[in-house]
């Protein structure tokens, strides 16, 4: 069974640019969540997906953006980026909504913004 | 704001030693998960634990959840290299929120 599938896993922007993040979720996974891992903050939740629908957001500005198709497939997007910004972004995917499961993560993007 | 404070956030020790690793909140959670992180990979679960004051066993390393469901705690028998890497533990509200971690590095 193939396991979580994030895409591209290293890329490079500058400020003001905007990124668009991929993640195929583990089959038949129809909940899908991002965080943002940086080495002060942690690992902190951005936005979760269910069913093509955002079921719950973390504290994060608008500039933070998601979708998820109809295959349960997820995109994040960044706008406007900032220094700040720069972090591992992780995709989890599991089988409920709303954290009632283990959350199966992918490899993660690592975004650097110079 | 970090719901979930885990301590200590970096551990080095030398292997066959104890060791406990501690995440506290002073929020109620319905269930409290521990996962694993190694460089260049996501997070794993290790266990999730479920019911104030359970403790649940892996091999040598015990998870017990406080029994007001507020702080858990993960201790490990005879630290072997092969427990290096990134403890996170995490809370289940309505979603999943996650402690800072703790870096372990154990010594051969």
């Known amino acids: 069974k193939a396991g979580v599938t994030q895409t591209p896993r290293y890329l490079i922007k500058t400020r003001g640019q905007q990124v668009t993040l991929s993640c195929s979720p583990i089959s038949g996974h129809r909940s899908v969540s991002w965080y943002q891992q940086t080495p002060g903050q942690g690992l902190q939740f951005l936005f979760e997906y269910f069913s093509e629908t955002q079921r719950n957001k973390g504290n994060f500005p608008g500039r933070f953006s998601g979708r998820q198709f109809s295959n349960s497939r997820s995109e994040m997007n960044v706008s406007t980026l900032e220094l700040g910004d720069s972090a591992l972004y992780l995709c989890?995917?599991?089988?409920?909504?709303?954290?009632?499961?283990?959350?199966?993560f992918g490899e993660g993007s690592r975004l650097t913004v110079l | 704001t970090q719901l979930l404070e885990q301590s200590p956030q970096f551990l080095s020790i030398q292997e066959g030693e104890n060791l406990t690793v501690y995440c506290n909140s002073s929020?109620?959670?319905?269930?409290l998960q521990w996962y694993r992180q190694e460089p260049g990979e996501g997070p794993v679960l290790l266990v999730t634990?479920?019911?104030?004051?359970e403790v649940k066993k892996l091999k040598r390393l015990t998870f017990q959840f406080g029994d007001a469901r507020k702080d858990s705690s993960l201790h490990i028998t005879a630290a072997q290299p092969g427990d290096t890497g990134l403890y996170l533990c995490?809370?289940?509200?309505?979603?999943?929120?996650f402690g800072k971690g703790t870096r372990l590095h154990i010594l051969p």
């Open positions: 989890a995917s599991t089988t409920r909504l709303g954290g009632a499961g283990e959350l199966f």
């Open positions: 995490a809370g289940v509200i309505d979603k999943i929120i």
């Open positions: 634990v479920v019911t104030g004051g």
């Open positions: 929020s109620v959670f319905s269930s």
